[in-house]
T-cell receptor, first 108, second 114 residues
Framework: RKEVEQDPGPFNVPEGATVAFNCTYSNSASQSFFWYRQDCRKEPKLLMSVYSSGNEDGRFTAQLNRASQYISLLIRDSKLSDSATYLCVVNMNNDMRFGAGTRLTVKP | DAGITQSPRHKVTETGTPVTLRCHQTENHRYMYWYRQDPGHGLRLIHYSYGVKDTDKGEVSDGYSVSRSKTEDFLLTLESATSSQTSVYFC?????????????FGPGTRLTVL
């Protein structure tokens, strides 16, 4: 079992749709969690950190469920510019472990 | 954008040749990392550095070595390249150790080993 697992997608959604991604992790002692965004043939960039109580940044909402060992990312009112690959990142003992990513395509 | 550059950006080489990739930062961050990214895998840590001349192995360090003689430069060397080392290599930096702190990534180096 991979340490961090994501549905690879692709998710193809129309503009304005709401889409959600999940990510599961294997190490129950994991300490911190992040979502990164990676555009095609570009470097990953931090989208948002994920806090225990859940957090929101504009159209993006991140949730953490420690009991079930998963994190989620919800994107509301999808824009064409949201098309990218979303990487789930889990910090395990100061060692960052990356999921393989979920690819999202938002279509007009 | 964080000041991180990588060179070369693209390289094609032959099996058995040595290859050195360079990462240069202008942020004066203490921590620097080398990752590789392959289809179906997340980014995997090769080596990291926590200061000048201070380095440690990551998850996939076999076949790679690193050096950091200055704060701003972190070199990744493939002593004898193999086809399995064909990948996209990303350098990253952070102010502190990974926990809770954002890592900033360079633009990547696409390496092909024939």
């Amino acid at each position: 079992r991979k340490e961090v697992e994501q549905d690879p997608g692709p998710f193809n959604v129309p503009e304005g749709a709401t889409v959600a991604f999940n990510c599961t992790y294997s190490n129950s002692a994991s300490q911190s969690f992040f979502w990164y965004r990676q555009d095609c043939r570009k470097e990953p960039k931090l989208l948002m950190s994920v806090y225990s109580s859940g957090n929101e940044d504009g159209r993006f909402t991140a949730q953490l469920n420690r009991a079930s060992q998963y994190i989620s990312l919800l994107i509301r009112d999808s824009k064409l510019s949201d098309s990218a690959t979303y990487l789930c990142v889990v910090n395990m003992n100061n060692d960052m472990r990356f999921g393989a990513g979920t690819r999202l395509t938002v279509k007009p | 954008d964080a000041g991180i550059t990588q060179s070369p950006r693209h390289k094609v080489t032959e099996t058995g040749t040595p290859v050195t990739l360079r990462c240069h930062q202008t942020e004066n961050h203490r921590y620097m990392y080398w990752y590789r990214q392959d289809p179906g895998h997340g980014l995997r840590l090769i080596h990291y550095s926590y200061g000048v001349k201070d380095t440690d192995k990551g998850e996939v360090s076999d076949g790679y070595s690193v050096s950091r003689s200055k704060t701003e430069d972190f070199l990744l060397t493939l002593e004898s390249a193999t086809s399995s080392q064909t990948s996209v290599y990303f350098c990253a930096i952070s102010e502190g150790l990974a926990g809770g702190l954002e890592q900033f990534f360079g633009p990547g180096t696409r390496l092909t080993v024939l």
